[in-house]
């Protein structure tokens, strides 16, 4: 089906905002490591590679740094990019770089396929645009002109079908991956507290406030490790303090190794409103840590099954969370079948596989005229 990959090298060039502390960047850090170097010739794109977080360890993945402070301002260095080095696709991994190029598809070049990467839930993600009535319109007339939409989630297809009218089989799914992250040291054995450990980034629409609301509900003692950094760090540490958590609570920042903050956690907690597909769950599962999360919009419920690699919690009130947390602190989780189950499912080199594959046909179709 593919005899285009045993002649000649497919020619990839990757879209990225950036390569900061994100699941996004993360995900698109693992395909470039993990991915063929004998079959494809890979180029990414990063239109501002001031911070980077994660680096490529594959030295045959070609980095390019656009040097655009703003995704809007990269356009038609991405236009001239494509021009001049003719990849066979262009996979697009930035979300509002995504919808630029679907309106300005006619200024790009027309047989080279552009691939859109979904990294929320699209429909939740417009209401919190400046222009949410206008963002829609575009999404509703412009979206389905590019050639491929990648979701995260069966939730994230449902949403960009019936919301966009994108055509399903201009859709597909891709699970992200996890690359086995390190893993946390042991605890004493006599240790009494109950520990609880989250990686997010500190915004809004991760719910952190409902995780410490629910934590000062509590009567066990516990001790909650919060690694990330974000907007909303200074107002979470505030709050930490008014519920008189301060000495519970501790803020780690970002880290490279963020599951080796806290000891054999005994449960991850996410407090997201929604999700477009959880790293972070994946992770925290890969390493044997049963997780607690709300069921919201997105790709949570596709990760946890409950009761047995964690608990979904139906309300949405931090007395919801509360409870569900000690709950999950009295069910003997098989932790060893939650790291082996988790780390087959979502094996990076198995996932890189499922792309090329998705390469390879979309490149087939460019070279057949398709």
Known sequence: MHDLSRHVKTRVLIIVPSLECGGLERNVANLCNHIDTERFDVMLAVIDHSKPFYTIQNPAVKLIDLQCKRVRQSLWKIRSLMRTVNPD????????????????????????????????????????????????????????????????????????????????????????SVQIPEAPPDAADNDPVARFLSVTRLSEEKGVDRILRALALLTIPFRYTLVGDGPEKTALKKLAAELGLQNRVHFTGSLAAPYTALPSPHLFLMGSHYEGFPNVLIEANALGIPVVAFRAPGGIPEVVEHGINGLLVDGQAPEDLAVAIEAALNIPFNREKIKTDTRKRYDASATAREWENLFLDLASRRHKGK
Request: proline share 7%.
């Open 89 to 176: 696709l262009a996979l697009c991994a930035a979300n509002h770089l995504n919808l630029m190029l679907a309106i300005f598809r006619p200024l790009f070049p027309r047989h080279i396929p552009l691939i859109a990467r979904e990294s929320s839930v699209v429909s939740v993600n417009t209401r919190r645009t400046p222009w949410p009535w206008m963002y829609e319109k575009l999404l509703r007339i412009f979206y389905r002109k590019l050639d491929m939409i990648i979701c995260q989630s069966v939730f994230m297809q449902e949403d960009l079908v019936y919301h966009y009218r994108v055509p399903k089989e201009k859709t597909c799914i891709r699970y992200n």
